[in-house]
């Protein structure tokens, strides 16, 4: 099948399983099959389709968090099972065989018990709630990378993976508040065991994130949720995971913003193509011609490149076979009235436009303090993330001095006013302020997104 015609087929089945509401049975089935392998997978799939659905969600966060608490409060609303790996290790202390000794050994100095320990224990409960058919919260497991591998082996892979996350001085005040309990109370050097622990906690969780980074989803933790809101949250990434059609998302901010990390995250998230227009001006540059010539003069001096170039560009990439198969989102595109105009000539109907705003004066202060190592390319937020040997070469980019970052923000404003006056896009634009953490600017536009697909 060539690209056309599989392109063709893909919108076909879309639309078919979409408007016959049966796109999420038909993606559990074909999950199913890709993880257990059945040698016969006709019966196996006429079995799977008799057996009563049934979800599973991983909640990991913080030692001394009120994970446990906030676990068992989403499964008496959602009426999933709780199961915490806490409680299964505390049951299996009380058999006092030689194996709760060596749990007791690792818990009495304050460390992770070990993995194939865990495993063991967590696998016989996950089997039996599997075969019991029962949906379940899992909550604490898996904590480390050995842990997650080891699952996905197994084939137990989870609906949704919520993580609990704070700042590394708030879990190291989490580990110092545990380290307080009877259990622990003889222990010495208190806060040098809460700092390592932390670290170790912060190193495990960077490891497991890259194992789940298409089934975890973030929040903060030092937030206080309504609790319909979080299952709420939980409800779309178990039933609504991923936007079904080739989307079509539009990101726009001042410099600064945050915006192309947004844009990466979500195509990385939900397997769009990443579009940069200063990506495809560096493309053009590169290639040594007159027009990339024009095009990197006008970016050195802080000016926009002309409208007609930066259409093609965007024509050309917007037409290739992975955008369409995939979906795009266009991080810093339109930049202009023209630019917006030609929306309708590229034939772009957006699904989502995506506003970062945030105040001039915070925008000028992120950019002005910005320095670039002009060997390695490298940005720093501020001199102070450099190390001595680097700091004397650092330089301020050409389009982040203050008058640039002037006029850059006032054309932002511009365009800013020229799309709320655009009734057309009112129904698909979505805001969110640029003065929030990174974090909350991607959880909150991956929550809006899954919710109105």
Not at 114 to 121: K, L, P
Not at 216 to 229: A, I, M, P, R
Not at 251 to 280: D, M, N
Not at 345 to 354: A, G, K
Request: net charge neutral.
């Amino acid at each position: 099948m060539d690209q056309a015609n599989k392109l063709q087929y893909q919108q076909q089945v879309e639309i078919y399983l979409e408007r016959n509401k049966v796109y999420n049975i038909f993606e559990d089935l074909l999950k199913a099959l890709i993880i257990k392998k059945p040698n016969d997978p006709i019966q196996f799939l006429i079995n799977k389709l008799q057996e009563p659905e049934t979800k599973k969600i991983f909640v990991i966060g913080p030692p001394g968090s009120k994970l446990l608490e906030l676990s068992l409060t989403l499964a008496e609303y959602m009426n999933f099972h709780c199961v915490s790996i806490g409680d299964l290790i505390e049951k299996e202390l009380s058999k006092k065989s030689e194996l709760s000794q060596q749990i007791q050994d690792s818990l009495d100095k304050f460390q992770y018990v070990n993995d194939e320990i865990v495993i063991n224990i967590a696998l016989n409960q996950m089997q039996h709630l599997e075969n019991e058919k029962k949906s379940y919260i899992f909550e604490g497991f898996p904590k480390t990378r050995v842990q997650g591998l080891t699952f996905q082996k197994e084939g137990i892979i989870p609906d949704a993976f919520l993580i609990l996350e704070m700042s590394e001085e708030k879990i190291y005040q989490c580990c110092l508040k545990k380290l307080e309990t009877e259990a622990l109370s003889k222990l010495n050097n208190k806060e040098e065991l809460a700092r390592n622990h932390s670290l170790e906690y912060q190193l495990n969780l960077k490891q497991v994130k890259e194992i789940y980074k298409n089934q975890y989803f973030s929040v903060d933790g030092e937030k206080n949720y309504e609790l319909e809101d979080m299952a709420q949250r939980l409800k779309y990434k178990l039933y609504n995971n991923a936007p079904t059609r080739a989307g079509r998302i539009i990101v726009i901010g001042p410099p600064g913003s945050g915006r192309s990390t947004l844009a990466k995250h979500l195509c990385q998230r939900y397997g769009f193509v990443y579009i940069s227009t200063r990506e495809l001006i560096s493309n053009l540059v590169n290639q040594k011609g007159s027009t990339g010539k024009e095009a990197f003069e006008k970016v050195n001096k802080g000016d926009l490149v002309d409208d007609r170039i930066i259409n093609a560009l965007i024509k050309e990439r917007i037409n290739q076979t992975d955008c369409q198969l995939q979906g795009y989102v266009l991080d810093g595109y339109p930049k202009t009235e023209k630019q917006l105009e030609s929306l309708n000539e590229l034939n772009i109907q957006p699904t989502l436009i995506v506003i970062i705003d945030a105040a001039d004066d915070i925008i000028l202060r992120r950019l002005t303090q910005r320095r670039t190592d002009p060997i390695t390319g490298r940005v720093y937020n501020s001199l102070d993330e450099a190390d001595k040997e680097v700091k004397s070469r650092l330089i301020i980019a050409p389009n982040e001095k203050r008058d640039v970052v002037q006029l850059r923000l006032k054309r932002w404003d511009d365009l800013k006013q020229l799309i709320d006056g655009t009734p057309k896009y009112a129904s698909v634009i979505f805001k969110t302020s640029g003065d929030s953490t990174l974090n909350n600017i991607i959880e909150s536009v991956c929550y809006h997104l899954e919710k109105i697909n």
